[in-house]
């Protein structure tokens, strides 16, 4: 018990630095905070600080990290909660949606950064983007494999739905998508698209006659 000891200690004072670092990030910006700042509001001391992170942007970085990482956790148990396909599928890009407007709002003056630097988080948010497109891949996969979905190429299907998850994000955040109607009415419209590009058309044919016959 004793050998894990350090390594546990290591791991939570990192995690604490980190998390000080966003705090402080968030409230002053980035370039108005410093390693000492960092260093002073941890109670750790610079040595402390730079034992972990050799300068103030490989910090920023974790952070960034940090927060991907905390809703790759999230969107994998969204992912994993409906057993309808469609619905978790839908339910997965709203997650992404939400979490990625949740964690710029949430961190102030951040976010500013964040947006200016998104060619250089892009690199960071590669774990998160795995975590997605893995398990948009899990849920189509078996969509297809219950009939429920019918795709010519499931690997190409995964790519176009995260790239148009990924165009979504700023209009998002920023309540351009919706705008004048409420973010809510886009949900079914969403689901709408997603059915009618991958139901097979047998039965997209069977709901199309079912809703004729009762007019």
């Not at 000492?36 to 974790?62: C, H, P, Q, W």
């Not at 148009?164 to 351009?176: D, F, M, S, T």
Request: hydrophobic share 40%; with cysteine; aromatic share 8%.
């Amino acid at each position: 018990m004793c050998n894990f000891a350090p390594v546990m200690a290591v791991s939570k004072t990192r995690i604490m630095l980190v998390d000080v670092a966003r705090q402080l990030f968030a409230k002053n910006g980035v370039d108005d905070t410093t390693m000492n700042d960092i260093a002073v509001a941890s109670g750790k001391g610079r040595r402390t600080l730079y034992t972990y992170f050799k300068n103030k942007e490989e910090i920023y970085y974790a952070v960034i990290e940090s927060e991907l990482e905390r809703m790759s956790d999230r969107m994998t148990m969204v992912a994993r909660k409906a057993n309808d396909c469609e619905t978790r599928l839908v339910n997965l890009i709203y997650a992404h949606l939400s979490l990625i407007k949740e964690a710029v709002l949430r961190n102030g003056n951040l976010r500013a950064q964040f947006f200016r630097d998104i060619w250089k988080v892009e690199t960071v948010r590669k774990h998160f983007d795995e975590v997605e497109i893995k398990l948009m891949r899990e849920i189509i996969t078996e969509g297809v494999q219950r009939g429920v979905f019918d795709v010519p190429d499931i690997n190409m299907t995964v790519q176009i739905l995260h790239f148009c998850a990924k165009g979504l994000e700023v209009p998002y955040i920023y309540g351009r998508v919706g705008a004048g109607m409420g973010m809510s009415m886009s949900r079914p419209i969403v689901r709408q698209i997603i059915h009618r590009a991958m139901t097979p058309m047998s039965t997209l044919m069977y709901e199309y006659n079912k809703e004729i016959s009762n007019k």
